[in-house]
């Protein structure tokens, strides 16, 4: 089990890095975490929704991906209040407060998760989350070592040396825990660490000598992981397009609301060398170089709706729309987009019907039922592959000219073909129609791109991580 001394130390990816590593060792290897908080889900292939960085890792491993691999989600809705995923179906909405006291409830279903993977796999590498340092979250815990002293699981302990204080960070959870978790604690690796490794080997012999615990290595900081799925998006970020003069880069501008989810979705767009890539956050304009204009899913749509108009980015869209230039809105977006949205039973919040911006004539009604599947269809002569995870039901006049075509008509677009909206996610992972979109001759192609970075990180984990003794202590 891979614990942090903080959020964001890079567990998920150092996961995914050694499920790569160990799949191409020979090894049938499965990802695992407990609990987890992201608005950045997928969809199993078994069904059920699990986050981002659990299908990642699934696909690293090269398993099929299962809702057993994060049995229990959280997706904030706000604040103070998130949906509760179980085994990949929405169980309930909480409060922070009403969940610290319900997840004890919780363990023994993590637990059968945890056993169903381990009894056909070779290694199971466990994500936990946050940082067991958090004492005060320590009662009831099945995410860190409420789950490791349950499963009786050796941790790992991964500290970041990019933010400073990586040397107290790690001593000082030592410090802070109860013997019993101290107990669980085999060593510790270093991440993210840029420079000269010899200036640090003072440092984990302080570790070392301070916590007795064994030093697994200092793994290189590697700029291309940031072209990999995120879970949180405080980590995202704007890009220039690389294609010189021969091709003017499209220039995309997408929305930075609050509550944004599966920002995923855009990955695919921030990585292509033909684009040109900005997100428009609070306090700003919509630039008027904008080319095309996003708004992606959002986990409380009604808010964020508030929040464009608040920002002013629905007159700005207006403008844009007048200069003869383009909106697609995805998912939560794409509700947005209609004339009014519909929430009579409060399943993001207090019941209320709102009036949308109105660039779509549509309108979209929330409901309790949650739609969680894979989709496959068309959009012209492409072929587009993705999956939808959303509430409500969206009706209208532009619904007859539907984005694609799958078992049903999907999505609708103005009669101008300026907007378009679709409750499909991951349609920019289609390369071909990703181009055609887009209107340029690019050769760039997502998938293998991830894949090659993927094995770049497996090869520099092999190269900076002691990884026959990692083996060691999980057969102890």
């Not at 995914?16 to 889900?41: D, E, H, I, T, W």
């Not at 078994?46 to 696909?59: T, V």
């Not at 677009?413 to 001759?441: K, P, T």
Request: hydrophobic fraction near 40%; include cysteine.
């Amino acid at each position: 089990m891979f614990q942090g001394t903080g959020s964001d130390v890079g567990k998920s990816l150092l996961v995914a890095g050694l499920c790569c590593l160990l799949a191409r060792r020979g090894y049938k290897v499965a990802p695992f975490k407990a609990q987890n908080m992201s608005n950045n889900a997928a969809v199993a292939d078994d069904g059920g929704e699990i986050g981002r960085a659990q299908w990642l890792q699934a696909l690293a491993a090269g398993m099929s991906s299962s809702f057993h691999m994060n049995p229990v989600l959280l997706k904030p809705q706000s604040d103070k209040t998130s949906q509760l995923i179980v085994r990949g179906k929405l169980m309930a909405t909480m409060g922070a407060k009403e969940y610290q006291g319900y997840r004890k409830s919780l363990l023994a279903t993590v637990l059968e998760s945890y056993h169903h993977l381990a009894k056909d796999a070779d290694f199971v590498l466990v994500e936990g989350a946050g940082s067991p340092a958090e004492i005060n979250l320590r009662e009831n815990d099945i995410a860190n070592m409420g789950f490791a002293r349950a499963a009786n699981c050796p941790v790992v302990l991964v500290g970041d040396i990019e933010r400073g204080g990586v040397i107290a960070s790690l001593v000082g959870t030592y410090a802070v825990l109860e013997n019993a978790d101290l107990e669980m604690i085999r060593g510790f690796i270093v991440n993210k660490f840029r420079g000269d490794a010899s200036l640090f080997a003072s440092g984990a012999q302080e570790i070392v000598k301070r916590t007795g615990w064994e030093n697994l290595g200092l793994v290189p900081y590697f700029s291309s992981l940031a072209k990999l799925p995120k879970e949180d998006s405080v980590g995202l970020g704007s890009r220039q397009g690389t294609t010189g003069d021969k091709i003017i880069p499209t220039n995309i501008t997408v929305l930075k609301t609050p509550h944004i989810a599966n920002f995923d979705d855009i990955d695919p767009l921030m990585n292509d060398p033909n684009i040109k890539l900005s997100w428009c956050e609070a306090g700003d304009a919509i630039s008027v170089d904008a080319d095309i204009v996003i708004l992606a899913g959002s986990k409380s749509t009604i808010s964020d709706l508030q929040f464009i108009k608040a920002q002013g980015w629905d007159v700005d869209m207006q403008a844009h729309l007048r200069r003869g230039r383009r909106i697609i809105g995805l998912c939560g977006g794409y509700q947005m987009l209609g004339r009014s949205l519909s929430d009579p039973h409060g399943v993001e919040g207090c019941p209320a019907t709102v009036e949308g911006l109105g660039f779509l004539d549509v309108d979209t009604i929330f409901t309790s039922q949650k739609i969680v599947s894979k989709w496959q269809g068309k959009c012209g002569d492409f072929e587009v592959s993705g999956y939808e995870i959303h509430v409500g039901e969206t009706k209208g006049g532009d619904c007859l000219r539907p984005v694609f075509h799958g078992i049903k008509p999907e999505g609708a677009s103005s009669q101008d073909g300026l907007v378009w909206g679709s409750y499909i996610h991951g349609v920019f992972a289609n390369d071909g129609f990703r181009s055609w979109l887009l209107g340029v001759n690019s050769s760039y192609n997502y998938r293998q791109d991830m894949a090659a970075i993927m094995d770049s990180w497996a090869d520099m984990l092999e190269e900076n991580i002691i990884i026959d003794k990692l083996l060691q202590l999980a057969g102890q």
